[in-house]
């Protein structure tokens, strides 16, 4: 899509350092980390989000690329979260399908903070 900025980032047009890539997935770092680790894996391919039509092969990739970036980073044996945004009540600000991985500290118990008044 050529409004998108991660399929910009997929095909070179906004440079990024890449942490892992193949033929099917590209890792970078969050241009607005969350954590000393903050790291995105995207599929080259545009799909919306999870809920897209997502291949098969597809899914795989981006999971397997999960501990390779873990394990680049070096917070394989620390620990660290894997999320994926889906839709507005998850805060997706980016629609084209993402996986970050957040380590580098310890991030709490909890994984959804509470809404205002809970
Ligand atoms: P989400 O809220 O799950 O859609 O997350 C989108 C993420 O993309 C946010 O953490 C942004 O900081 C990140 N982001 C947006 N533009 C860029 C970019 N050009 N390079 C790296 N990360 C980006
Ligand atoms: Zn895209």
């Given at each position: 899509?050529?409004?998108?900025?991660?399929?910009?980032?997929?095909?070179?047009?906004?440079?990024?350092?890449?942490?892992?890539?193949?033929?099917?997935?590209?890792?970078?770092?969050?241009?607005?980390?969350?954590?000393?680790?903050?790291?995105?894996?995207?599929?080259?391919?545009?799909?919306?989000?999870?809920?897209?039509?997502?291949?098969?092969?597809?899914?795989?990739?981006?999971?397997?690329?999960?501990?390779?970036?873990?394990?680049?980073?070096?917070?394989?044996?620390?620990?660290?979260?894997?999320?994926?945004?889906?839709g507005d009540d998850?805060?997706?600000?980016?629609?084209?399908?993402?996986?970050?991985?957040?380590?580098?500290?310890?991030?709490?118990?909890?994984?959804?903070?509470?809404?205002?008044?809970?």
């Amino acid at each position: 899509m050529s409004d998108c900025v991660f399929c910009m980032i997929a095909s070179g047009e906004i440079p990024s350092t890449p942490v892992y890539e193949d033929e099917t997935v590209l890792a970078f770092d969050d241009i607005a980390p969350q954590a000393p680790v903050h790291t995105l894996i995207i599929p080259r391919a545009h799909y919306r989000d999870i809920n897209d039509s997502v291949p098969d092969e597809v899914l795989v990739a981006l999971l397997r690329a999960v501990p390779a970036v873990a394990a680049a980073k070096g917070v394989d044996a620390s620990g660290y979260r894997v999320i994926v945004n889906t839709g507005d009540d998850a805060g997706q600000t980016v629609h084209h399908l993402h996986v970050h991985v957040i380590g580098g500290r310890s991030l709490g118990e909890g994984m959804v903070r509470p809404a205002e008044g809970e």
